[in-house]
């Protein structure tokens, strides 16, 4: 029986919410794990899961931080949250403030977010801008205006999303009576990896878990700064969620990889590609470019021979393959062929 509580009120002793904070939910969190036999049969690890967090009501991960976000933007009585994204977040951010009756500001870097998340933003109701430049010019523009009053940041650099965000660390822990031996996250802002770390530190402190996992993070190498030890300042990857040159939660994602004794590395966008494929195709998980960087790079560390003895490896798959459906045409090598209703045709249309 699925817990039917929303995520506020089920990890609320781990959550800054109080009696009084909104219960606010659009079904968020309680993602499926699927286990990845393909990836298995590939790697020689025993046990691969991936985490489909492109499940959640919006279709990323985002969801379990902005729901914590905007209900205690809600609390404390602001009426319009603001943040700068690449698209996933803008799209939660808007589905939430609608939700709670907040009008939402999404500021973009221009030309760089897919379809699907711009049309999510658009859908509800969000005052959308681009700016030239990549995020990190977008998420300077958004904290000063923060600062000047206008509005309450969502964005990761609000410590609230980060514990939301770390529920998807309890929810492992619960359905595997323990952490993961390792676990591989896509690494873009920095966020996501930094909140799941706190989320394994409180379960082993807690005694939901007995350990804690060691954590790989991947960069795309066009946008790779942590890899690189300083930011870069023209960003670049076919994987735009995590095309981020200077990424806000630094500090938490080198902490998270130094504690847990992992490692933060970059893969190319071909590898990110043939993984995305490989998802698709080999496993029947769509999720989008960004999410198969974890693929990417479990693939690569199992060629190296670094999964030094790793059983149970969970990847976490941080965004739905239809948010941007321009990327999965591509795969199809061309148009689609149309040709008469008649048998023949179709069969002959197959055959070439
Ligand atoms: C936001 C996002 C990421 C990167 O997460 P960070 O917390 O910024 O590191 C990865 N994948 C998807 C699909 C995202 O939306």
Redesign the pocket.
Known sequence: MPDARCLIDRYASYLPVTDRTPRLTLGEGGTPLVRARSLERETGVPEIWLKVEGQNPTG???DRGMVVAVAKALEQGARMVLCAS????AASAAAYAARAGMSCTVILPAGQVAAGKLAQAIAHGARVVAVRGPFDAALAVVRTLAEQGEATLVN?VNPDRLEG?KTAAFELCETFGDAPDALFI??????????YWKGFVEAARTGLAHRRPRMYGYQAEGAAPLVRGAPVAEPETIAT??R?GN?A?WRGAVAARDESGGAIDAVTDAEILDAYSFLARCEGVFA?P??AAAIAGLRKRARANGLRGASRVVCVL??NGM?DPERARSLAGGDIATVEATPDAVRAALRS
């Open positions: 990323s991960f985002k690449t698209g996933n977040t990761s965000q896509p690494v873009g802002n920095a966020g996501n990896i930094t909140a969620a995590i981020v990424p939660s989008e960004a999410s941080t965004g948010k």
